[in-house]
Antibody, heavy 120, light 107 residues
Framework: QVQLQESGPGLVKPSQTLSLTCTVS??????????WSWIRQHPGKGLEWIGF???????LYNPSLKSRVGISADTSKSQFSLRLNSVTAADTAVYFC????????????WGQGALVTVSS | SYVLTQPLSVSEAPGQTARISCGGD??????VHWYQQRPGQAPMLVVY???DRPSGITERFSGSKSGNTATLTIMRVEAGDEADYYC??????????FGGGTKLTVL
């Protein structure tokens, strides 16, 4: 059973960089066929896809966030990470990591989510 | 960008059948997935590839698609089904797209 767990600071100051890590257990992020994704949910709102990284290191980002976001992976630690630059209060959200099926792009395993608040 | 439209809310009495719609341009040519999100929890995949159920998901949940509308059907609704439900597709121009979500209330 694949399990994902987000970790990182719960409070980030405006204009700084949000950094989160997702640790994957029960499966390898080096295996083909899956993408490793970040999704966020603003308080009381719907889901917003941020982007993914593949086992080859290929990344794809939501065009609305592309200029500020970066996703990287450390296969030796079975982790992948999110960086979001120049944050504002509008980036306050619960951030989920998830495994994305590489064929039809559904999310079959999710982390529990991490609330990140942007405030001074 | 591609848009998926869901009703804000659906209500149904226990034991009845709830239907949640998801509409979008040319949806018939896309593959639709559905998620359940209970309060304070992560979303959970309940239907993928239009109509398939992941292992462990009750057969009371089913997905279908006709024209530009996909439907998640929940038979014999239970109190535990009360949650937000999201549809999702992959669009070549917009990548991953989620619907706005539908709150299912069990009366």
């Amino acid at each position: 059973q694949v399990q994902l767990q987000e970790s990182g600071p719960g409070l980030v100051k405006p204009s700084q960089t949000l950094s989160l890590t997702c640790t994957v257990s029960g499966g390898s992020i080096s295996n083909s066929g899956s993408y490793w994704s970040w999704i966020r949910q603003h308080p009381g709102k719907g889901l917003e896809w941020i982007g993914f990284i593949s086992h080859t290191g290929y990344t794809l980002y939501n065009p609305s966030l592309k200029s500020r976001v970066g996703i990287s992976a450390d296969t030796s630690k079975s982790q992948f990470s999110l960086r979001l630059n120049s944050v504002t209060a509008a980036d306050t959200a619960v951030y989920f990591c998830a495994r994305e099926n590489g064929r039809t792009y559904y999310f079959d395993y999710w982390g529990q989510g991490a609330l990140v608040t942007v405030s001074s | 960008s591609y848009v998926l439209t869901q009703p804000l809310s659906v209500s149904e009495a226990p034991g009845q059948t709830a239907r949640i719609s998801c509409g979008g341009d040319n949806l018939g040519s896309k593959i639709v997935h559905w998620y359940q999100q209970r309060p304070g929890q992560a979303p959970m995949l309940v239907v993928y590839d239009d109509s398939d159920r992941p292992s462990g998901i009750t057969e009371r949940f089913s997905g279908s698609k006709s024209g530009n509308t996909a439907t998640l059907t929940i038979m014999r609704v239970e109190a535990g089904d009360e949650a937000d439900y999201y549809c999702q597709v992959w669009d070549i121009a917009s990548d991953v797209v989620f619907g706005g979500g539908t709150k299912l209330t069990v009366l």
